[in-house]
């Protein structure tokens, strides 16, 4: 249900709530100068980086340059949208939110909902029972033989559906739950004359939660080998196939704490990974990765690592899956199991070390895949060559980094013994050019520029000397675009008199990005004692920087009007040159009187 909340409101919550005691109900923290430390719940870290100030009501860590305000620490953590975490502040305090009453649909569908989970809650401890009662004695073998332990069948509550065509199904009757809706959850089907039978017969059952741990389908393996493997609940108003990951409601403590998960594409495969102890490892439902997958994974992390059989099945779905990353942003990596393992074989005869240390040694899959389509094919002949260009050319073209798609570019052009021009034109007409010189990685962290940080930390931390940097006029000059977008929304806000604690502009700038480098600004900037001080001497040096740019621009005026021998514009433009290189000195004179005690 979205409910919009009034501003005011907004303001009554984050005032009563102290980001310190929120926080720590999450991470521990200890006092440290007048700021709290603790280790980050964002990366993995032995040295506490993440920090916590009470005095502005904002953390940042320092470690992976995450931070914000209360409401922001929420939405990262239990993976909230805005208007949940500020609902949960308000309940954590007491503090009545307006509501609107939901709609009779949405009522009713929460209400549909409601029923569905509860019926297959009902339905998950009826084959739980059965697996632990004495017909389950052929299932519990089975298990036993797939070297499940009990604490595994237990946690992941795995079942069994017994040969009988009616066994849920007299259950179900038997508890008076709705055959309609158990049917729509595909637990039953109906028969011949109209009557109703089991779907899932004579199978191991894995039940499939959602990150919040509600049951929302179900995932069966045959115990004979006639009829399908593999069946899964057929999709449902709570559970949709091609956008579920069996395990993640288990996995997300340690994808949290790892900041990076395994991806399998089989049942026993995750089940065994987590029984040794990896247990960030989530699995596909059966079917080839999807958009919606790798979406949902990214909510938790951006670290994946793909862990298919090692056969050609398997190399080839995690090569076909690999477009689908790009897009999203993320470059996974691929672990190699040796040849004829999967997952599930490999942990109970090599156990966790071995496969962390496979997880070590795992290679970016762009990587796999650019070595794979070389080898395929034969560069001897100008075909072979053509092909290994125009297979590797799409995945180049989804590198969003820069240096990366270069290296490769550099790779391909090297081992296929052709100009690196060639790959970079098709890459031009496949619509994506890369560029010639290696430029800055996307996502690179600012602050390679001291003087526009400073600016940044003073406007942040003494906003009352906002106007002296508007009337500096060096704000539209600003070499780095995040600074500079970040010091013209200060100016705005200021204009408008919005509220300019740290904690407020967090509400206000919308970029998470942006969010980060705020926080890491304020933080850094909080032992700046002269801020007067630091605002003239920063605003000196960039304008110092903004003449010497002119000075060079002018210099080569100079020297084109000397070639073309043209003596009025040599004079036009020494005399600017003049005028530039006096305005520098004049600068520095003011810095240094600025400096002077
Ligand atoms: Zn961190």
């Not at 390679?448 to 000059?477: F, G």
């Amino acid at each position: 249900m979205s409910v919009s909340i009034p501003d005011d409101k907004i303001a009554e919550i984050k005032g009563a709530c102290n980001i310190v005691h929120l926080i720590s109900e999450y991470v521990p923290l200890k006092k440290y100068g007048v700021n709290y430390r603790g280790l980050c719940p964002f990366h993995a870290e032995n040295e506490p980086s993440f920090t916590v100030s009470e005095a502005k009501q904002i953390f940042h860590c320092f470690g992976c340059n995450t931070g914000g305000n209360a409401f922001t620490f929420l939405m990262k953590f239990e993976h909230l949208a805005f208007p949940e975490a500020v609902k949960k502040v308000a309940q954590k305090y007491g503090i009545a939110l307006p509501s609107r009453e939901p709609t009779p649909r949405e009522k009713q569908i929460a209400g549909e909902k409601d029923g569905l989970f509860a019926l297959n809650e009902l339905a998950a401890s009826y084959y739980s029972a059965l697996l632990n009662a004495g017909e389950g004695k052929t299932a519990r073998a089975y298990l036993a033989e797939r070297r499940m332990t009990p604490e595994t069948i237990r946690s992941f509550k795995l079942g069994y559906a017994s040969p009988a065509w009616d066994g849920l199904l007299l259950h179900l009757k038997a508890k008076r739950a709705s055959l309609e809706a158990a049917h729509r959850l595909g637990l039953i089907k109906r028969g011949k004359n109209n009557g109703w039978y089991d779907g899932f017969r004579n199978r191991i059952i894995f039940p499939i939660a959602d990150y919040n741990g509600r049951i929302i389908g179900f995932s069966s393996r045959a115990l004979e080998q006639d009829g399908a493997k593999y069946i899964n609940s057929s999709d449902s108003l709570i559970y949709k196939k091609s956008a579920s990951l069996f395990g993640l409601n288990t996995a997300l403590p340690s994808i949290r704490k790892e900041d990076m998960a395994v991806l399998v594409e089989g049942n026993f495969d995750l089940v065994s990974l987590h029984q040794h102890g990896i247990t960030n490892a989530v699995a596909t439902l059966g079917t080839a990765l999807t958009d919606s997958h790798i979406k949902l994974l990214k909510r938790f992390t951006g670290s994946i690592v793909i862990a298919f059989d090692s056969d050609d099945a398997g190399r080839k779905a995690a090569m076909k899956s690999l477009p689908l990353f790009l897009q999203n942003g993320i470059s996974p990596r691929m672990l190699e199991l040796p040849a004829g393992a999967d997952p599930d074989s490999f942990i109970h005869r090599e156990k966790e070390a071995a496969f962390r240390g496979l997880i070590e040694k795992s290679l970016p899959l762009v990587q796999c895949f650019i070595t794979r389509a070389l080898k395929h094919r034969n560069p001897a002949n100008v075909g072979g060559t053509l092909a290994a260009i125009r297979e590797t050319v799409p995945v180049l073209s989804l590198l969003k980094d820069d240096t990366e798609r270069n290296l490769y570019i550099q790779r391909v052009s090297q081992d296929l013994n052709v100009p690196e021009q060639i790959i970079r034109a098709e890459l031009a007409a496949s619509g994506r050019p890369a560029p010639h010189a290696a430029g800055p990685a996307a996502g690179m962290p600012v602050g390679r520029n001291r003087a526009e940080e400073l600016l940044l930390q003073v406007m942040l931390l003494h906003p009352d000397l906002i106007p002296r940097v508007r009337e500096a006029q060096i704000l539209q000059d600003l070499k780095e675009p995040e600074l500079k977008r970040i010091a013209l929304c200060l100016v705005e806000l200021f204009d408008a008199r919005r509220p300019m604690e740290a904690d407020s502009l967090m509400n206000g700038v919308q970029d998470g990005d942006l969010k980060n480098i705020i926080s890491g600004l304020i933080m850094k900037g909080e032992c700046i004692t002269d801020p007067l001080k630091a605002l003239t001497g920063s605003i000196q040096k960039l304008k110092t920087a903004q003449i010497e740019r002119e000075i060079k621009l002018v210099n080569n005026q100079i020297r084109e009007a000397e070639a073309g021998n043209d003596v009025s514009a040599i004079q036009h433009f020494l005399t600017c040159k003049q005028q530039l290189l006096e305005q520098k000195k004049a600068c520095a004179a003011d810095r240094a009187s600025v400096l002077l005690p």
